[in-house]
């Protein structure tokens, strides 16, 4: 039976097949076929047996071998980094970094954590649920200690600063990986702190939570969360990928081109009746959704706003920030 682009996958990922497989696999269809046509007419006396051997050590052997459109990945590599889970993801070890006071991030998570250490575990939320006043002020207070702070332009909904929660992005950002991580949990109108995590805080300090919010922001959290766009493609698959060759390079016209080399289906997703051209969304979604509001908001990365209207491409990189390279080693 033929899959639609809507069904689940038959490799068993779980994903729809126009968000894993589809991509190329008429020709890949074509040319195994070819290469086992080719064997069983060199080799007529092969059992049906053997040739099923012999196929799948080619369909091994194949998997393993590099591919110019994954920038040299195999597609075995390729397979780990879109859909195996972050403590089994391969080719990359991912680091605590000893010093964390660079990160928005968990700088804004040090100051929630601290309120509820300071109130028995617990602080009270506003009527909306969002974080008191206090700590939006403390939050924002903190933008100069930043070095994205060099680029902000203060604006009535900012990144790194507000007068509430929801005028103020990556504190809303923290706050919402902070309850996927299990890090706080509300109830009753308060945040709170399990005893465990009190524990934790207390013996480990930030760094224990370092690697479950980064988990949490790659594989639960929703990227789109910040934009409205009616055509959407789930980034968060592609994440690591994407941060390899961006670390690789720091272009960010580059890494757009290589990602729609590596996965050209993607543009499909995007309905023609859009404002913007596929290609010039999905560039729009990169930037937004992994640049400024993941590795930015990390401190991983900074990029100068000014930069997007640049007509020379190699103008639009982004500076890696130590964070990154210490976070991240890729053993490719």
């Known amino acids: 039976m033929k899959l639609g682009r809507n069904d689940l996958c038959s490799c068993g990922s779980g994903k729809k097949y126009k968000r894993c497989c589809m991509d190329n696999v008429s020709k890949q269809h074509a040319e195994m076929s070819e290469d086992f046509e080719q064997v069983a007419a060199m080799n007529p006396h092969l ?4 040739l099923n051997v012999v196929a799948q050590h080619r369909v091994h052997e194949r998997n393993n071998q590099p591919n110019v459109d994954f920038c040299g990945l195999s597609p075995s590599q390729i397979s780990n980094w879109l859909y195996a889970p972050f403590n089994e993801l391969e080719w990359v ?9 660079s990160s928005p991030v968990m700088r804004y998570l040090a100051l929630i954590l601290d309120e ?3 109130n028995e575990g617990a602080f009270k939320a506003t009527s909306k649920g969002n974080l008191p006043t206090k700590l939006v002020t403390q939050a924002s207070e903190l933008m100069p200690e930043f070095v994205i702070s060099q680029y902000q332009i203060h604006a009535s909904v900012s990144e790194y600063s507000g007068s509430n929660e ?9 706050r919402v990986l902070a309850e996927i991580s299990g890090v706080i949990y509300r109830r009753s109108g ?7 995590v009190q524990k934790q805080y207390q013996t ?3 760094k224990a939570f370092f690697l479950p919010m980064l988990e949490a922001a790659t594989t639960q959290y929703n990227w789109g969360y910040f934009d409205h766009w009616e055509n959407d493609v789930d980034l968060r698959t592609f994440w690591l990928f994407m941060l390899w060759r961006l670390q690789s390079h720091g272009i960010v016209d580059q890494l757009i081109e290589e990602v729609v080399s590596a996965f050209p289906d993607l543009l499909l997703q995007y309905s023609s009746e859009e404002y913007f051209p596929p290609g010039q969304l999905f560039s729009i979604q990169v930037e937004s959704r992994f640049i400024e509001r993941f590795l930015q908001f990390w401190g991983f990365v900074t990029l100068d706003p000014k930069l997007r209207f640049s007509e020379d491409p190699s103008f639009r990189k982004v500076d890696i920030q ?4 210490q976070t991240f080693q890729f053993t490719i």
């Not at 308060?190 to 465990?196: C, E, G, L, P, S």
């Not at 130590?322 to 390279?325: G, Y």
């Open 116 to 118: 509820a250490m300071q």
């Open 322 to 325: 130590p964070l990154l390279t």
């Open 204 to 206: 480990q300090g930030l």
């Open 93 to 101: 070890n991912i680091s605590t970094p000893e010093d964390l006071s």
């Open 47 to 50: 059992t049906l047996d053997e």
């Open 166 to 174: 929801d005028k103020f992005n990556a504190l809303h950002y923290t």
């Open 190 to 196: 308060r945040y709170h702190m399990k005893k465990a």
